[in-house]
């Protein structure tokens, strides 16, 4: 073995390994959150609530996908959780190019695993019928709980076609 093909090898593996982080963490998609949900009135008086997302990444996310769900766990049982989905008002996109934020809708008073699980008193399910449904009211039904609100945005990377997950909870 000459010092030619020792060099060789190593150089090979080397770039390899630079081309392999160039590709998993330097030319992805990168989704930041806001720190909290956005919290507006719409026309109608009515409160409504949002999240928000910027693709602060170097590459386009296309096929997006997003699943917004409230995650109770069980204080009977250890690992065991109530999870309840939530409705949005998109729950995918064709795109989410550079430096562009996204804002979806939560629609709490759409969802039926909320509104039919043990937690719902009738306070909740009358504000959500009459579309006044607070996230307090939520937050007031869920109180001694351990919960969070979690959200997953799913994509593919434009550039490499790999699948990404990016996931923000709130409380």
Known sequence: MGVGFILGVLSGLLSSIAFWFVMTKVIVPKIEFEDELRREIDGNGNPVY???FKNVGRVDVIDLKIIVRIRIKDPNKDKSYLILSIPTDHSESP???KRITKIYTLLFNKSNDLLNCRYATS???GKANNNTL???DI???LKGTDYT???FVFGYDKFSGARKLFKEKYR
């Open 50 to 52: 949002k999240v928000a």
């Open 95 to 97: 795109e989410l190019e």
């Open 123 to 125: 306070t909740l399910i």
């Open 134 to 136: 607070e996230l307090d």
């Open 139 to 141: 937050r007031t039904c």
């Open 149 to 151: 609100i979690e959200v």
